[in-house]
């Protein structure tokens, strides 16, 4: 395996667009993880997989945005209606989901979005 | 609510030992990742802490105090090649929910 990937890798979109991203975990992790990240700033915590249970959505994550895992592998993130706001790097993680202090987090590459 | 303050810039020279410290104040704390990103890279993981005390990895290790609210992250025989950014993260809970500090900033000088 070849670890977290996303595509696309970058996306220019014009704003009141609606763009999807995928990710594709490693392949036995359990867990997925979505992230936004702004220049100068960690990654912020928008939502995460049990399988394909999204088991919690961040405040930060407004109605015009939507994931899905629908068969427990990869995952879409949707925003609809893009705002200039939106612009930002989307990172996606995976985990093993056994917990304990083993559990870390693996991070893809990264979609980078400019809304314009 | 949770939120994690470590500093913005640090720089050293090669061969150094420098210390990089977060502060946090969160909800259901369950321990503390470290992760390094490069410029236009993804974070990837360096250490986590579930105790108190110090988790040694080669060149880097890292240091819990539950009591404080605090931890390091120590890299030793600092090389050019570690600067990046450095963040914490606070793992929430048990389902390795974490939330992350702005990130350190480090810069290794000749």
């Known amino acids: 395996d070849t670890g977290v990937s996303q595509n696309p890798r970058h996306k220019i979109t014009k704003r009141g667009q609606n763009v999807t991203f995928r990710c594709d975990p490693i392949s036995e992790h359990n867990r997925l993880y979505w992230y936004r990240q702004t220049l100068g700033q960690g990654p912020e915590f928008l939502t995460y997989?049990?399988?394909?249970?999204?088991?919690?959505k961040s405040r930060l994550l407004s109605d015009r945005f939507s994931a899905e895992r629908p068969k427990g592998s990869f995952s879409t993130l949707e925003i609809q209606r893009t705002e200039q706001g939106d612009s930002a790097m989307y990172l996606c993680a995976s985990s093993l989901g056994s917990g304990g202090a083993e559990e870390t987090q693996y991070f893809g590459p990264g979609t980078r979005l400019l809304v314009l | 609510g949770q939120s994690l303050e470590q500093p913005s810039e640090v720089t050293a020279v090669e061969g150094a030992i420098v210390q990089i410290n977060c502060t946090y104040q969160t909800s259901g704390f369950y321990g503390l990742s470290w992760y390094q990103q490069h410029d236009g890279g993804a974070p990837t993981f360096l250490s986590y802490?579930?105790?108190?005390g110090l988790e040694e990895t080669g060149r880097f290790s890292s240091f819990l105090s539950r009591s404080d609210s605090y931890g390091y992250l120590l890299l030793q025989e600092l090389q050019m090649k570690d600067s990046a950014s450095y963040f914490c993260a606070a793992r929430k809970n048990n389902n390795n929910d974490m939330r992350f500090g702005a990130g350190t900033r480090l810069t290794v000088k000749p």
């Open positions: 997989f049990q399988n394909e249970a999204q088991l919690e």
């Open positions: 802490n579930g105790l108190d």
